[in-house]
């Protein structure tokens, strides 16, 4: 901190949004009458700014569209409105706080039940409790909240902090406290999106599962996020009362949790400036539309046409149109890396020398193993009865004509699917029906046979989310620490990258690599997390012969130290890497061996010749 | 009980919109509500018009389907590679375009569609006397999804649609004309919610906004039933129905809140739904 502080201009370079922020709103009040705005108006704006900033955390950037937000801030608005009319204190931050950890305890409870669901169940589930909350508000808690005429009569703020204590009575006194309380509340949100916390948010946006499958407890961040965003809507919903002198039902409304969602496109989500600024419009529109004789009455369908446009032609909104602009215009061209070209440049396919021919089968400590391993799909068995041990250190791989069920076996062993009867041994305790998040936590890691990588991030993005998995556990809210910061980190980003030969395309959106690279980081992704058991899926499916001799190449490398399952359609490959084999057909284990003892196999050889090819193809 | 009944029959008809589109075109439909507040409209004007209500509830359909085709091929379409926020998106930006076109033309006041004289009066059921026009309804719906059920399960169409929900992806590889099947469907759907816009109309006022609580309701009859499902729906919306019915005579106020409360209870105890298929999102 000290050196920043040294540095001014660095500090300024921190906190520029920040600063850029508090600049506009100092002089805005300056300019408001000129442009036909009143205090009221920016103070409402604001008020719609900082309810956006929780929900675009949820939405922008977790990717969980929620349409029951108004459940938070009509549930903060009456919880702070009601201890501001009732005897207890008259402090308008003491009322505020209850209301924002109000709306949190209703988020922990609605989050629990909706985040059950992904996608378009989440949507509707919030949008039917957010109508639970308007209909418990109307009825069943009219006493307290005054049902459909809200509570009336919410004292003009008090700011009590000891001897020092301010009473807010004109709008202006409001722009000002909204203010401070926005410039925070952005600063915070910033930070959020800045940290390892926010990493794991937005890779879960991008790809939920393959976030859970290196190792992070995917329900717990989400939960923690659409707490978080009912937090913000609280303190919103609670200035909203003290803006307003009084609660009005209609904060509960599914209008205000649709107007939020309208706003947030039409500023641009993702953005964390983008609900301000589309609340402005929103607001703008209203206000001036109204005055036009004719149409009037038809703001809210202008608004409606324009959202559904902005949706279906410039999804980014005002402020992501914005970003986009000043990338293009200021943003210095990224230099062409020379790794794209080093990668296509041809290998000759030369057949790789016998490992097992190089070193003696291991011996080592069995560390995962399997006792009468079963999967049954109904009446079909694909996975029947396998017992099977594998050795520190050790490569083994996995083959069988199709059907033979090698997937099964191998997402059984990851976690990914649970036995119907068997069980599954690491360093000798049973890890069966752990998950794929723990399993990974413990120390096995798996890549997959179709690439799950993190599309719109960098390289350098996508490994993060590997490494911090095996930094920080399962689940550590680190939301106020920078996430490029930390150099350990950002060691084992490095390492995992020049493992798999992408040190030279870590800012390279993954979207943007050739086929081969991708499939690199699909295995970088799995390493980065530092496994002691790396199961790899097919890991040269796809890829043209020199790339698999390549690929044969790294896997042998990274070998020195893990212990590796393989599973793979390339006799090549399996014979050039594999110290022992398992042969799997219709689901039994027919043989395990060496790979010149496989070869010899007569039951292998009836096996695959019985299918009548030798290689199947993948 | 047969309050209850009728509301349940009518959140089957919308549901059933509602889910055949999502599932044949996986998008959910968040403009499904307004779609009925529309065909309520169009039978509001038509009545106007001609005094008949079967011309009404004709017309309700008939408009609805075209409205459907017109907003398949316009936006819908555009979206089906897309992400299932976008679709939401855009089907809630529909919502608002419709709801607030029909204020614009018919003004914010509170409509009336009569029960038509065929369906006037009160039957004695001996053990409670109850509106004919409820009875009349329950039939009409009754009738609709028996039309419906043949649609899915007896025509090619059907058979289309119901791999469709199982299989979207083996659909298209399978040749069949997706695009016509899609149009098809999504008309199908909007008309069955114009249509119990129309029929709906007697028993509560037509209002712009009459489709928010359509909309949510038929959300939790396919959260209860589960998505995609025809006995999903139909159960589904008798189930809350009846919720919303008992509870209300009971103890009015706690009706809405009781529906919500067994769709968070459907939500712990089975996640996909009572009929449901586990692993579809």
């Not at chain 1, 020092?164 to 952005?186: A, M, R």
């Not at chain 1, 609670?238 to 309208?262: C, E, I, N, R, W």
């Not at chain 1, 119907?420 to 029906?433: L, V």
């Not at chain 1, 006799?571 to 689901?587: Q, S, Y």
Request: proline share 5%; net charge neutral.
């Amino acid at each position: 901190m000290t050196a920043l502080a040294a540095r001014p201009a660095a500090l300024a370079r921190r906190f520029a949004p920040e600063i850029a922020l508090i600049g506009v709103l100092a002089v805005l009040p300056a300019i408001l009458p000129h442009i036909g705005g009143t205090y009221d108006i920016a103070n409402r704006i604001l008020d719609w700014g900082l309810f956006g900033l929780g929900f675009d955390l949820l939405f922008g950037f977790t990717g969980l569209l929620s349409f029951g937000q108004a459940a938070f801030y009509g549930a903060g608005g009456f919880v702070a409105a009601y201890v501001l009319i009732a005897p207890f204190t008259n402090n308008a931050v003491v009322a505020l706080i209850a209301g924002t950890i109000a709306a949190a305890i209703f988020g922990v409870v609605i989050g629990y039940l909706s985040l059950r669901r992904t996608g378009i169940y989440f949507a509707m589930l919030t949008l039917a409790f957010g109508e639970m909350f308007f209909f418990l508000d109307i009825s069943p808690l009219a006493q307290w909240t005054g049902g459909e005429n809200g509570v009336a009569g919410v004292p003009e703020p008090h700011l009590g902090f000891g001897i020092f204590s301010i009473d807010i009575n004109d709008p202006s006194g409001l722009y000002w406290l909204l203010v401070v309380i926005f410039v925070v509340g952005f600063w915070f949100a910033r930070r959020i999106v800045a940290s390892p916390f926010g990493a794991v948010l937005r890779a879960i946006r991008e790809n939920g599962a393959r976030v859970a499958a290196v190792g992070h407890d995917v329900p717990k961040y989400k939960l923690t996020v659409f707490v978080i965003a009912a937090a913000y809507a609280g303190l919103a919903g609670g200035l909203l009362g003290l803006l307003q002198g009084y609660m009005p039902p209609d904060a509960f409304y599914l209008d205000t949790s649709g107007q939020l969602v309208v706003q947030t496109i039409i500023g641009g989500a993702g953005t964390l400036i983008g609900p301000l600024v589309g609340a402005a419009v929103w607001l703008y529109l209203y206000t001036l539309l109204q005055n036009i004789a004719g149409i009037g009455a038809l703001w809210k369908m202008i608004l409606g046409i324009i959202f559904v446009l902005l949706v279906t032609i410039f999804r980014r909104g005002l402020c992501g149109g914005a970003v986009v602009l000043w990338r293009r215009l200021f943003a210095r061209p990224a230099p062409v890396s020379a790794s794209v070209a080093a990668s296509v440049e041809p290998t000759r396919a030369a057949p790789e020398p016998r490992r097992s021919a190089q070193r003696p089968p291991p011996t080592g400590p069995v560390v995962l193993a399997t006792r009468n391993l079963t999967k049954r799909y109904g009446g079909l068995t694909a996975v029947d009865d396998v017992s099977f041990e594998l050795r520190e250190g050790e490569i083994r791989a996995v083959i069988g004509p199709n059907g033979a069920g090698k997937s099964t076996f191998f997402n059984m062993l990851a976690n990914v699917i649970p036995p119907t009867s068997g069980t599954i041994e690491f360093k000798g305790d049973n890890i069966t029906g752990l998950g794929a998040t723990l399993v990974c936590q413990r120390g096995i890691s798996k890549s997959f046979q179709i690439n799950q990588i993190f599309p719109s991030l960098t390289v350098r993005d996508n490994l993060r989310i590997a490494v911090l998995a095996r930094a920080y556990g399962k689940f550590r809210p680190a939301m106020l620490r920078a996430v490029d910061r930390d150099g350990t980190i950002n060691a084992g980003i490095e390492a995992a990258a020049a493992s798999v030969q992408l040190a030279e395309r870590l800012d390279t959106p993954a979207a943007e690599l050739a086929y081969g690279e991708k499939r690199r980081l699909e295995i970088g992704l799995a390493l980065a997390t530092r496994p002691q058991i790396l199961l790899l899926d097919e890991p040269t499916a796809g890829m043209s012969p020199a790339e698999r001799v390549d690929t044969v190449r790294l896997l042998r490398r990274i070998a020195s130290g893990v212990t590796i399952v393989i599973v793979e359609h390339d006799m090549d490959v399996v014979f050039g890497l594999a110290d022992r084999i398992t042969v799997l057909f219709n689901g039994h284990k027919i043989a395990e061996d060496t790979p010149d003892a496989i070869q010899a196999n007569p039951d292998v050889r009836a096996a695959y010749l019985g299918s009548q090819a030798a290689h199947e193809p993948a | 009980m047969f309050n209850g009944l009728t509301l349940g029959a009518l959140l089957v008809l919308v549901a059933m919109g509602l889910t055949i589109i999502f599932g044949t075109l996986g998008v959910v439909n968040f403009a499904h509500g307004a779609l009925y507040a529309v065909g309520a409209y169009a039978g509001f004007v038509t009545y106007e018009y001609t005094g008949s209500f079967v011309a009404a509830m004709a017309a309700g359909a008939i408009f609805l389907l075209v409205v459907g085709v017109v907003i398949e091929r316009g936006l819908i379409r555009l979206y089906y590679q897309r992400p299932p926020e976008d679709q939401i998106l855009v089907t809630f930006g529909i919502t608002i375009v419709l709801v607030e076109a029909i204020r614009a033309v018919f003004g914010g006041l509170a409509r009336n569609i009569p029960a038509p004289s065929w369906a006037a009066g009160i039957v004695n059921l001996r053990v409670t006397l109850y509106p004919t026009y409820r009875i009349d309804v329950l039939a009409i719906v009754g009738v609709s999804l028996v039309l419906l059920y043949l649609v899915l399960y007896r025509t090619r169409l059907g058979l289309i649609v119901r791999a469709g929900i199982e299989d979207q992806l083996m659909v298209n590889i399978l040749g069949i004309n997706v695009t016509r099947t899609f149009l098809t469907v999504f008309g199908l759907g909007a008309m069955a919610a114009g249509f119990a816009g129309v029929i709906n109309a007697p028993i509560v006022t037509v209002t712009p906004d009459m489709g928010a609580d359509i909309l949510v309701q038929s959300f939790v009859v396919v959260v209860i039933g589960g998505v995609g499902s025809f006995w999903g729906a139909v159960v589904g919306g008798l189930i809350a129905g009846e919720i919303l019915s008992l509870t209300a005579m009971i103890q009015p106020a706690y009706s809405q809140v009781m529906l919500f409360a067994v769709m968070a209870l459907v939500l712990i105890l089975r996640p996909q739904g009572l009929f449901g298929v586990e692993g579809r999102q």
